[in-house]
């Protein structure tokens, strides 16, 4: 084989083309040979040109260039992206590495609060009055209801359309709970009954079923549940206005409920979990703050009194067709309530069904003016100043005239020619102003001491009780009592009260001329079943026991002598002290005189008191609105109730009457 040299071929020198011999011709060229046909050389001919053989070309060489600077530029693109990745581990690792801990910790523990359980209510004997059971917070992890976890993108809608009619909430709420962001927590609905958890833990499984089946993805998936309690009230209206209620956020919404919301509600715990798709992992640990059960409440009430009190009250509203009523049942001796009930009331159990004006204690939140019941107030003063005794002899004239206005009684009558006592049993209003005005040598030192004897009372102040809603009532300064006041004042007019002062007052009498604040709470046993007596109430001497025997016995003159307004209320055995009352009523819509106010008030048995009873009913529209006619029935019912309850024997003895009339 031959050998192909890199190098070029020698060229070959070729012999220049013949000139013309002629001058100035030029040289013919050869005439070329026919094809076929090889000239031969003659003499002096030139030698045949031969082709020169092909040359080969040389392959062409692709010289690269250096590799370093490519090499350097590559190494240093990776230098870079090391460092970053270098930097950043050291920023996770090591600067901000217990913030980043902090944010996993976030998304793996999830942390709860575990609700104390609300202390019960009790009357005087143990008797449930509130109680706190078993119950559920239906809670939800909005993260297990995103696209990415259900594969659809209407997952919250889906499931608030299924779970609005168990929960009884609105479906678009639901929804909108449903799609919080940042967050792994929301809560659907608060202390759901056992069967409503039921309800949805079987719906829960019927998807679960179909989703293992190849069917859509669970879209219940995401909602829980957490132990609650449900305050229940066992029975149902009985002393709801004493009691209150509990609101969707486990607050006492009024009542001792609310406001003894701090002992009832005890120290929410919580704990602290890690979690899986909102589940907790049992193997990861839990730290755990228990918490602390709220206290136990004994009201001074007696549960059946109360039945006794609001039982009587609703059905003489009811067929008096008032606005409202109340009824007050006290322990003149310790001031202690055994009974406060409210004409018309409402369930706890179900306030969705309760009419707003009822949600209140009206016999501590309505003020009013009394009425004649307030004259027991007028002639303690005038006995205790000593400037009449009950056989005083008052003249009382069909109309009075003083300052600017004709006073009246409530009925037209010719003179009367009354004592003192008989003023207070025929409850002329006339007499009392009469009677009243004889506390000072001028009607302003005599309205001064009246209305010391109305503040010792307890009247234009709290009772004590520290209520949710309580008024104090209207009593102005004796200096800004206008005209007509200094004489209205004395017979219960141009003075307004709750139903409780008005009870206070007669218990003070009953019990000597003390007053004892009210109470409606015994005390309070704590989660370690320390039972703790509530304070001993304040006592204050208002008159003298002498004077508060002697009204006593006065009072038995309204109930007992036939003269009396308060004959009604006559109970069989007991001697019995009581007052009539029908008063003027503002409107406190208008503010306007409309309607009136009729009360009975009193206590029994009148030699050794041990229960006072105080009726009130507003703007009875049927039948008579005369206190002594509406309100003896019901003081009479309620007042034999409690005597037998509380098993006081019946009167032994009896008393001489005091006269009610003279003869001039």
Known sequence: ????????????????????????????????????????????????????PPRSKAPRVIRLGSPRPRLRLVSLALALVLTAFVVRLLQVQAVDASEYTAKAEKNRYLSRTLAAARGGITDRNGVDLAISVDANDITADPTLFTRKATKTGDAPEQAAALLGPILGKDTDELAAKLRTKNTRYVVLARRQTPQVWTQIKDLKSTLA??????????????????PSSKRVYP???????????????????????????????????????????????????????????GSEVEL????????????????????????????IVQDNRTGEILAMANSPGFDPNDLSKADGG????????????????????????????????PATHVTVPNRLHRGDRLFKDDIDHPTWYLTLNGVLAKSSNIGTILATGQLGKTQREANQVLHSYLRKFGIGGYTGLDFPGETKGILAPADQWS???????????????????????????????????PTLVRGTKGADGQFTPAAEPKRTRVVSEKTAKTLAHMLESVVDDEEGTGTKARIPGYRVAGKTGTAN????????????????????????????????????????????????????????FALKTLQVPPTGDTTDRLPVTFTP
């Open 358 to 389: 009822a949600l209140h204690n009206w016999g501590l939140e309505d003020a009013y003016e009394p009425g004649s019941t307030a004259k027991v107030m007028s002639m303690a003063a005038v006995l205790e100043e000593g400037v009449a005794t």
């Open 483 to 517: 005209t007509s006041q200094q004489y209205t004042i004395p017979f219960g007019q141009g003075v307004s009260v709750n139903a409780m002062q008005a009870a206070s007052v007669y218990s003070t009498i009953a019990n000597g001329g003390v007053r004892v604040e």
């Open 209 to 226: 079923e179909k989703a293992g089946e190849g069917g859509p993805a669970n879209i219940l998936a995401g909602v829980l549940q957490e």
């Open 300 to 327: 001074t009430i007696d549960r059946d009194i109360q039945w006794a009190a609001q039982h009587a009250i609703a059905e003489q509203v009811e067929k008096s067709k008032a606005d409202r009523g109340y009824v």
């Open 235 to 293: 029975n149902g209206e009985l002393g709801a206005g004493i009691l209150g209620w509990v609101n969707a956020d486990g607050k006492g919404g009024g009542g001792i409920e609310q406001q003894l919301n701090g002992d009832l509600s005890g120290k929410d715990g919580e704990i602290r979990y890690a979690q899986s798709g909102g589940r907790q992992v049992p193997t990861a640990g839990s730290t755990e703050k228990p918490a602390v059960a």
């Open 1 to 52: 084989m031959t050998e192909v040299s890199d190098r070029e071929p020698p060229r070959r020198r070729v012999p220049a083309p013949a000139r013309s011999s002629k001058p100035g011709g030029s040289a013919k060229p050869a005439r070329p040979a026919k094809p076929g046909t090889q000239r031969r050389p003659g003499p002096g001919a030139r030698p045949v040109r031969r082709p020169a």
């Open 585 to 640: 009523r503002v409107d406190p819509a208008t503010g306007r005189y409309r309607g009136y106010t009729s009360s009975f008030a009193g206590f029994a048995p009148a030699d050794n008191p041990r229960v006072t009873v105080y009726c009130a009913i507003q703007n009875a529209t049927k039948g008579s609105y005369f206190g002594g006619q509406i309100c003896g029935p019901v003081y009479k019912e309620v007042l034999e």
